[in-house]
């Protein structure tokens, strides 16, 4: 299944913080967005997702979920968004139990994510005994768990320390790799936009409208730290940024 | 203070035995402010405190007939019990109380979730209680005693209401507390919203439900003796003033610390409630 956002303006009151996105997420592919901070990125992702109402333009999904796909939208969140009352297996079965699944079907979805996410031993844990980034891969597997059409990451590791960062980075590739999944993914760092990103999309600073889209073809598998290519692409995008970047940096707060 | 004084930073090396070359220890000044569980303290104090008054009671020192002896008024408790009346005030407490506060709690708390999920009963619901909940309660029960009688309804009614009003604004305060980034996970997962508010809304609020519960039976406690004082014939309330009138002050001190087990137990048990429901804080 694809994302198509044709014409997507979104206002909130009289301020205007996206104009005229057109963007087409395709199946299988992870599209980053980048841009400087208000932005409206995760307005962006807001809108994609349904929880909030673009004021201009529409949102499509053109083609049909896969086959057992829950919820074909499913967001990653930047603060996990854990129930701290629940175990790991009851955060992720909380999202099976809306549909009715039988106790096998159940079972057989929450031991198949949290093989792939590596999370079998830490099971009955509950999101306080854990550190943040494996709270990150309580949620991915959670976001799994309903087989989604497309992945709505929301800054994904930026409540992470930059170690831990590297390591769902690395797992996030190995996911993609076993099973390509399509994902729109949210971040303001550059390094994860062009490690994880089949293409990368600049917005300007607010209102938000789209600078330039970037295609990165280099495979996921060979996108790691030393490769050169990567650093130059790196480097362009800041070029990019940089400026837009320092002006919003500069504006007062809700201007 | 024995946190504070014990710290071994006190100790530090005397300034003659360092010389240049080996240099000097960074004196420590952290730690302390960190009061940790002593629980024989506690009681040490209780016992102390005990044993002086009864020794002063017995050596003369303070007025049989101001302050009796510990061990009169367990003596008159030892009466109390042996002659059946124990239980029939305590049973006759008890009743009001679980009644008023049962109803009342639960009251406050369907009312108080109204007022915290839906914008129009919030509307409607915070003015009255803005309103009422500084009332005095008490106040009310010559109002309640004429509409429900001088029997139990009056009484019972009093706890009802004092319970109600903290309970609405704890629930409700309490839901609008809830993490909001938990209800948009539930509703981009697609849960519907009664299972929003029943799988992430309350069990998030618990926390700010169960402290409100706290306070609404020391309320309860306080109004049960009140309203006991007032009208009643069978009660820990009227037990007290009785023997407040009589100016049998060991039968007195003997009700008192019956209303301080009482309000113990209580405690004791919404203490249990939160280790068994927000174990998963710790």
């Not at chain 1, 086959?67 to 930047?78: A, E, I, K």
Request: aromatic share 6%; glycine share 8%; proline share 5%.
């Amino acid at each position: 299944m694809d994302l198509r956002v044709e014409n997507l303006s979104h206002f909130y009151n009289d301020l205007e913080v996206l104009r005229d996105l057109n963007l087409t997420i395709p199946h299988g592919e992870i599209v980053c967005v980048i841009g400087p901070s208000g932005c409206g990125k995760s307005t962006l992702l807001r809108l994609l997702g349904g929880l909030e109402k673009p004021s201009k333009g529409q949102i499509l999904q053109l083609g049909e979920a896969p086959s057992g796909s829950l919820n074909p939208l499913t967001y990653v969140f930047q603060d996990f968004a854990l129930l701290p009352w629940r175990t790991v297996e009851g955060n992720i079965s909380l999202v099976l139990e809306p549909h009715g699944l039988s106790a096998e079907e159940k079972e057989r979805r929450i031991a198949d994510v949290l093989e792939r996410t590596r999370l079998s031993d830490f099971r009955q844990a509950v999101p306080k005994q854990l550190s943040g980034g494996m709270k990150q891969r309580v949620a991915i597997a959670r976001a799994l768990a309903v087989n989604p059409a497309v992945l709505l990451m929301d800054e994904p590791l930026s409540a992470l320390d930059s170690q831990t960062r590297e390591l769902l980075m690395d797992d996030l590739v190995g996911l993609w790799q076993r099973e390509p999944f399509t994902s729109c993914y949210i971040t303001h760092n550059l390094n994860e936009a062009v490690r994880l990103g089949h293409k990368v999309v600049v917005l300007s600073r607010r209102p938000g409208l789209i600078r330039e889209i970037v295609d990165i073809d280099i495979p996921l598998s060979e996108r790691d730290v030393s490769n050169p290519k990567l650093a130059a692409l790196q480097q362009q995008l800041w070029e990019m940024m940089r400026d837009e970047a320092q002006t919003a940096d500069m504006e007062l707060a809700a201007g | 203070m024995s946190d504070i004084s014990t710290q071994p930073g006190q100790q530090t090396p005397a300034p003659a035995a360092l010389d240049a070359a080996s240099g000097k220890p960074v004196s420590f000044r952290g730690g302390g402010f960190a009061p940790k569980p002593r629980k024989l303290v506690g009681l040490a104090v209780f016992v102390v405190l005990i044993a002086l008054w009864e020794l002063g009671s017995r050596a003369g020192v303070i007025s049989s007939l101001v302050l009796p002896a510990p061990s009169e008024a367990f003596g008159a408790f030892m009466d109390l019990a042996n002659s059946g009346n124990l239980w029939r005030h305590l049973s006759a407490s008890l009743q009001r109380l679980v009644i008023g506060f049962a109803c009342g709690v639960s009251l406050g708390l369907i009312f108080g979730t109204a007022a915290g999920l839906s914008s129009v009963a919030r509307a409607a619901i915070t003015p009255l209680v803005s309103a009422i909940f500084p009332i005095p309660k008490i106040a009310l029960l010559p109002l309640f005693i004429i509409w429900f009688g001088i029997g139990e309804g009056s009484k019972v009614a009093t706890i009802l209401f004092g319970c109600f009003f903290p309970m609405v604004i704890a629930t409700y305060s309490a839901i609008d507390n809830v993490d909001r980034t938990l209800i948009r996970m539930g509703q981009s997962f697609s849960l519907s919203r009664a299972q929003i508010i029943w799988k992430i809304v309350l069990p998030a609020a618990l926390p700010g439900i169960l402290s409100g519960t706290r306070i609404a039976a020391s309320i309860s406690i306080i109004l049960l003796v009140a309203a006991e004082m007032i009208g009643a014939e069978y009660g820990i309330g009227a037990y007290v003033l009785l023997a407040g009138n009589l100016m049998a002050t060991d039968q007195l001190i003997a009700g008192v610390a019956i209303l301080s087990l009482l309000g113990l137990t209580v405690n004791w048990l919404i203490s249990r409630l939160e280790n068994h429901f927000l174990g998963w804080r710790n």
